[in-house]
T-cell receptor, first 115, second 113 residues
């Protein structure tokens, strides 16, 4: 059974702090690792990583994948109250034969940024 | 494109009643996924379709749950009979059919009393 484990489950920080969110996985037929941000409604896409060691960056957010150790981290620098959300990690796998693709999600990390 | 459209947005029903959730995927997307989200279990994949064909329904919790995709622009998830433990937010998502992101609808919040 595919497993995606995120840590910590929740985190409370002050504005301006830097946070690191963790995601480890144990899956068959890995294809990609994705990060999503979920506020009150639907998850919204942040990053997709497929190669080890290549950092993806968007503003204050960045992420990197280690396919040897089977984990990824999401960093947020200079946090703002608007960063408060659930951050979801998902791993994309293909079926045997590679004809089908699905995402398995971790339970998420609830980040609260206080002013 | 309007994105993935789900209805109803909120549903409150009594135990034993039938519930039908609806989804219209993004036009041109080959894959459609149904997920359920709860505090305890997070986002769980229930079933997904490729070109309207169910591929993997191993996440469907019980025979009370069923899903159909009669054409490329419509899918339903039905619960009959509903139970209080089915209370959750149900998300539909679609994907263009290559490894990459899923596009989520706004979700249907189901409360079974």
């Amino acid at each position: 059974e595919d497993k995606v484990v995120q840590s910590p489950l929740s985190l409370v920080v002050h504005e301006g702090d830097t946070v690191t969110l963790n995601c480890s996985y144990e899956v068959t037929n890995f294809r990609s690792l994705l990060w999503y941000k979920q506020e009150k409604k639907a998850p919204t896409f942040l990053f997709m990583l497929t190669s080890s060691g290549i950092e993806k960056k968007s503003g204050r957010l960045s992420s990197i994948l280690d396919k040897k150790e089977l984990f990824s981290i999401l960093n947020i620098t200079a946090t703002q109250t608007g960063d408060s959300a659930i951050y979801l990690c998902a791993v994309g796998v293909t079926s045997l034969g590679g004809s089908n693709y699905k995402l398995t999600f971790g339970k998420g990390t609830l980040l609260t940024v206080n002013p | 494109d309007a994105g993935v459209i789900q209805s109803p947005r909120h549903e409150v029903t009594e135990m034993g009643q039938e519930v039908t959730l609806r989804c219209k995927p993004i036009s041109g997307h080959d894959y459609l996924f149904w997920y359920r989200q709860t505090m305890m279990r997070g986002l769980e994949l229930l079933i997904y379709f490729n070109n309207n064909v169910p591929i993997d329904d191993s996440g469907m919790p019980e025979d009370r749950f069923s899903a159909k995709m009669p054409n490329a622009s419509f899918s339903t998830l039905k619960i009959q009979p509903s139970e209080p433990r089915d209370s959750a937010v149900y998300f539909c998502a679609s994907s263009p059919g290559r490894p990459g992101e899923l596009f989520f609808g706004e979700g249907s919040r189901l409360t079974v009393l």
